[in-house]
């Protein structure tokens, strides 16, 4: 399978077309953001790492009854994938406190819930992806009753298989934004998992082994992400 047209370029990843209509190859790139694109950096060899991850943990969630758009992994930094119409929603899970959620509800972050949370936010960088709840996304047309039902189904999944890898891994699984994207009118999981939309402590050190060492400028931000890539290999690595 070939790359033919260039789709779209975003933060991380370069969109291609193919010869095949249905689909299109996926090109994860060094390139960093944060804080909407405010922030600009590079982490080297993020690229590689976070498409191998996302496909190794994809395999595991097809394989648990969630569908995702994965077709075949092409090369380090690309994949094949079933091309899908996004539903332009940031779907969030948490398990425990951290992040925009400490900070608006004045929770400190480490304070583990009993149930883990969704929230949704409405992707459009204009609006600096604002938190909305489900009646909102109803209301402005951007999913049905139907496909947010389904699609808080596979999300509560997705975070019961990875919270479990991630914990043989030696990680705590705090929280996630997954998308999701519409397939010849099925909901499927599109997107990327991986430490640029985890956080992941350690659980015996609580360090954090994701992107928000690049975020908060704690270093070790390409360490951070090799030890993780290191761990699912060895736990989901052919
Ligand atoms: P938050 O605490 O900043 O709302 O982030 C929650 C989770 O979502 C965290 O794991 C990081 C991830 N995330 C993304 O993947 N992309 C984003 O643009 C944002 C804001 C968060
Ligand atoms: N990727 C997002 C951005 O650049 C934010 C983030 O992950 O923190 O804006």
Redesign the pocket.
């Known amino acids: 399978m070939e790359k033919r047209e260039q789709l779209y370029e975003g933060?991380?990843k370069k969109v291609f077309k193919t010869d095949d209509e249905d689909i299109l190859i996926v090109s994860y790139k060094d390139d960093?953001?944060?804080?909407?694109?405010?922030?600009?950096g590079t982490i080297s060899g993020k690229g590689v790492i976070n498409n191998q991850m996302s496909n190794l943990i994809f395999k595991v969630f097809e394989k648990n009854g969630v569908p995702t758009h994965l077709v075949e992994e092409l090369s380090p930094t690309d994949t094949a994938v079933k091309k899908v119409s996004i539903v332009p929603l940031e779907v969030i899970i948490r398990n425990v406190a951290a992040g925009s959620f400490s900070k608006r509800l004045g929770v400190p972050e480490g304070k583990e819930f009993k149930e883990p949370t969704i929230e949704f936010s409405y992707k459009n960088?204009e609006l600096g992806?604002p938190l909305i709840n489900a009646y909102f996304a109803v209301a402005l047309e951007l999913a049905t009753w139907e496909e947010i039902e389904t699609i808080k189904k596979y999300a509560f999944k997705v975070n019961e298989i990875a919270k479990k890898i991630y914990l043989d891994c030696g990680l705590k699984l705090i929280d996630f934004?997954i998308e999701f994207g519409r397939y010849h009118d099925q909901i499927i999981l599109a997107d990327e998992m991986s430490p640029?939309?985890c956080r992941l402590w350690d659980v015996k050190t609580n360090e954090k082994m994701d992107?928000d060492r690049f975020?908060r400028d704690l270093g070790g931000v390409e360490e951070a992400y090799e030890e993780v890539f290191s761990r699912i290999k060895k736990e989901l690595g052919e």
């Open positions: 933060k991380a960093a953001t944060a804080f909407n694109g405010e922030k600009k960088d992806d934004k640029d939309t992107k975020r």
